[in-house]
């Protein structure tokens, strides 16, 4: 199906912090470099909700993908791991708003969290990025920076309609894991480039360094890709640290 290039590995490494605001950390990340999936997860809701919240969705989006099987009947489907993506975060969703519920929590209330993450197909030399929230995937090659994934949020609304009224609040979600019983993903078939580096991050990053910043720390350290979290956790504290902020780089090569 696929033709047989040189393969292309991948390899990743990350960190999340608490941050110089907050008192706990509700942000979560998975890093599964023999599978190639790696997830960040930012949780809301308060102390010990939204760990909670982050943790449910690595731990079931993990078990979705890892116990993948393709189905033999589904030949004309090239990439069935994308209906196995799509399921699992939607099961997330449904089980966290669940445990909203049967805490007695109205609709819209309660733990939440976003998701952004990236599974690599060696077979295909494709990613799978998926996300719900603000937390985002950015490309970094040939000394450029790119928004992969778009923010689920009041602000990237008031900016994709050209900026009319007032601006909204930063934090406000338009999605995110937990809060309503559906949820739709943003999910994107990615080929990988050797060369390239994938961040996948919270807001706390996001809000305290902009892109620019992002994109000339990446560019000291590409050649030391293992210190690129730290250095934009570092960053993000410098900036303030206002939030929990959690960084993972993806290596190509």
């Known amino acids: 199906m696929f033709k047989n290039f040189l393969s292309i590995k991948c390899t990743a490494y990350g960190k999340t912090d608490t941050g110089r605001a907050r008192n706990h950390n509700e942000d979560n990340i998975s890093l599964d470099n023999k599978h190639h999936l790696y997830i960040v997860a930012d949780g809301m809701g308060g102390h ?42 939607e099961d997330t969703n449904i089980g966290i708003n669940q445990s909203n519920k049967d805490r007695g929590l109205l609709e819209g209330k309660g733990m939440g969290t976003t998701v952004v993450g990236c599974w690599y197909l060696p077979r295909a030399k494709m990613s799978i990025i998926f996300s719900v929230g603000d937390s985002r995937a950015y490309s970094f090659y040939k000394d450029s920076l790119n928004q992969i994934t778009t923010d689920h949020s009041l602000l990237q609304l008031w900016k994709d309609k050209c900026f009319e009224g007032d601006e909204p609040p930063a934090n406000v979600l338009t999605k995110a894991l937990g809060p309503y019983p559906d949820v739709a993903p943003d999910i994107l078939l990615y080929p990988a480039k050797k060369g390239e580096l994938i961040i996948l991050c919270s807001d706390g990053l996001t809000t305290m360094v902009d892109d620019s910043e992002i994109a000339a720390t990446i560019a000291q ?17 410098q900036g303030g640290g206002e939030d929990n902020i959690s960084v993972v780089t993806i290596v190509f090569g």
Do not use: R, W, Y
């Not at 489907?77 to 699992?88: G, I, N, S």
């Not at 350290?221 to 504290?237: G, R, T, V």
């Open 48 to 89: 010990q909700a939204g760990e909670v919240a982050s943790k449910m969705a690595i731990k079931t989006i993990e078990t979705a993908l890892l116990n993948h099987q393709a189905d033999p009947n589904a030949d004309d489907v090239e990439f069935p791991e994308v209906q196995t993506v799509t399921q699992a975060i």
């Open 221 to 237: 350290f590409q050649n030391s890709p293992e210190k690129i979290p730290e250095q934009l956790i570092i960053k993000a504290n």
